[in-house]
Each structure stands twice: as structure tokens, then as C-alpha cells.
């Protein structure tokens, strides 16, 4: 057992039950929340701008544009639910309502921001939002109870937002031409959803796990994904990518 996750054992009974609870918790917890929080809810909203934005132009036909237009209204619906919480601890959300997404503090989408093609979208939903998916798993456990209670219908949807990137990269795998289309798509998405986790080196990642509110520092976190999600790339006939290739945070 690791120096981290000896602290995560160590906090399993760190319970925080509410608002009120949470702002008799030391400040360097509050912040951890405040921060952690304020960057979940607003990737969400950004996720609804993404799929209304970049994926629906993208969709082939009528029923991926229906499904585009769903996956954006629970998108909408994770980010009022992240802002209810923050609500209650007196952090107000409302603004990024009006901002341009590149005036966004904490969640930047370049790489999706760069996507061209159904495929392109199709991989980001599998890996991309499997990564994120992976970290809301972490949250699911929360010491903070809101938290751990606001994820659980968000863990729901993220599963079939997943699901169906899987089954757009499996249906372009059918072919020759297209199984070469995806493996040249993954060598793109792969860095990017590996820096999805963040920087090995950050110093606000231990404290997440010695107060019980994640349970892996980003480079176990990405060690642990890396494992999880090969052996389902794999199966499409992919090869993964070397994990330190075309990374900006090792």
C-alpha cells in the first residue's frame, strides 16, 4: 500500500455530512471542496456546450442528433446539480451561464475543441469521457456526502455517454479503412485523455486523498484507467499508444 492510499484507508470514516458540517472542517478542506467542485460542475456545463456545439453538427443522421441533443441535456442537468451543491456552501455558479468557454477557469477542451469528424467524436465519448467517468467514480466516495450523493445519477448517465462512443468506434471498426481511421484517431485522443488526470506532480493531488475526498493521486488514478481501458481498446483490434507520448503533463 502506497504513502496515498494508507491516507485514503485512514479517512474512511471522515464523514461530512452537510453544509453545515462542512464549514466547521478546516480550511484547507473547504478549499479542497470549493475547488474540486467548482472544476466538476463546470466541465459539465462545458459538456452540453460540446455536444450542442462540436457533436451535433457532426451526426450522421436523426437519431445520433437526437442522442447528441440527450447527452447534452444531462450534461446540463450534472452542472445544476454540481451548482446546487456549491449553493449550499454559499459559492455561486450562475456566471459561467454567461461566459464564452474560453474564458472558463478550470476545464479547457482544446482537444475536443479540435474534433472534426463523427469518429473524433466517437472516440472521445469512449476513452475521454471514460477518463472523466473514472474520477467521478472517485467522488462517488466522497467525504463529503453531497458530493458522493450528487454523483450517483451522474455515474448513470456517464455510463451510457461511454457506451455510446463505444459503439461508434466499433461500428467504424468493421472495416479495414475504418479500423485504420481509429487507430490513428486514439494515437490523437490517448495523450489527451491520459492529461485529463492532470499532472503527477501536483501538490493539491495528495490532499484530495489525506481527506477522503478522492482516493488515488492523479498518477495512480491514470495507472489505474491505463489498466482498466486497454483491454477494451484492445478488443476493437486498436493498439494503445505509449503512455508518455505527445503528453503535456507527465
Known amino acids: 500500500m502506497t504513502e496515498q492510499t494508507a491516507h485514503a484507508a485512514a479517512q474512511e470514516r471522515l464523514i461530512v455530512p452537510d453544509a453545515t458540517a462542512f464549514r466547521a472542517m478546516p480550511d484547507e478542506y473547504q478549499e479542497l471542496v470549493i475547488h474540486q467542485l467548482r472544476a466538476h460542475t463546470e466541465g459539465e456545463l462545458t459538456g452540453a456546450d460540446d455536444y450542442i456545439q462540436i457533436f451535433y453538427p457532426?451526426?450522421?443522421?436523426?437519431?445520433e442528433r437526437k442522442v447528441c441533443c440527450e447527452r447534452a441535456a444531462e450534461e446540463m442537468d450534472h452542472y445544476i446539480r454540481g451548482k446546487l451543491v456549491l449553493d449550499e456552501i454559499g459559492i455561486d455558479t450562475?456566471?459561467?451561464?454567461?461566459?464564452?468557454?474560453?474564458?472558463?477557469?478550470?476545464?479547457?477542451t482544446?482537444?475536443?475543441?479540435?474534433?472534426?469528424?463523427?469518429?473524433?467524436?466517437?472516440?472521445?465519448?469512449?476513452?475521454?469521457?471514460?477518463?472523466?467517468?473514472?474520477?467521478?467514480?472517485?467522488?462517488?466516495?466522497?467525504?463529503?456526502?453531497p458530493i458522493a450523493d450528487m454523483c450517483t445519477s451522474v455515474i448513470i448517465d456517464e455510463h451510457?455517454?461511454?457506451?455510446?462512443?463505444?459503439?461508434?468506434?466499433?461500428?467504424?471498426?468493421?472495416?479495414?479503412?475504418?479500423?485504420?481511421?481509429?487507430q490513428k484517431m486514439l494515437e490523437k485522443a490517448w495523450p489527451i485523455t491520459l492529461d485529463l488526470f492532470g499532472s503527477s506532480e501536483?501538490?493539491?493531488?495528495?490532499?484530495?486523498?489525506?481527506?477522503?475526498?478522492?482516493?488515488?493521486?492523479?498518477?495512480?488514478?491514470?495507472?489505474?484507467?491505463?489498466k482498466q481501458i486497454t483491454p477494451r481498446v484492445e478488443v476493437l483490434g486498436l493498439k494503445v499508444p505509449e503512455d508518455a507520448a505527445n503528453r503535456k503533463f507527465l
Open 160 to 182: 451510457n455517454h461511454v457506451a455510446q462512443g463505444y459503439r461508434i468506434v466499433w461500428e467504424i471498426c468493421q472495416t479495414e479503412e475504418g479500423l485504420a481511421d481509429a
Open 94 to 108: 450562475a456566471y459561467m451561464l454567461q461566459q464564452h468557454i474560453d474564458q472558463r477557469e478550470f476545464y479547457r
Open 58 to 63: 457532426l451526426a450522421p443522421n436523426a437519431y
Open 202 to 226: 501536483s501538490k493539491r493531488s495528495p490532499l484530495y486523498v489525506k481527506w477522503g475526498l478522492r482516493q488515488y493521486t492523479n498518477e495512480e488514478a491514470r495507472a489505474r484507467f491505463i
Open 110 to 145: 482544446e482537444g475536443v475543441r479540435r474534433i472534426e469528424n463523427w469518429l473524433g467524436r466517437g472516440m472521445f465519448s469512449f476513452i475521454g469521457e471514460a477518463a472523466v467517468l473514472a474520477q467521478i467514480h472517485e467522488m462517488s466516495k466522497s467525504s463529503y456526502k
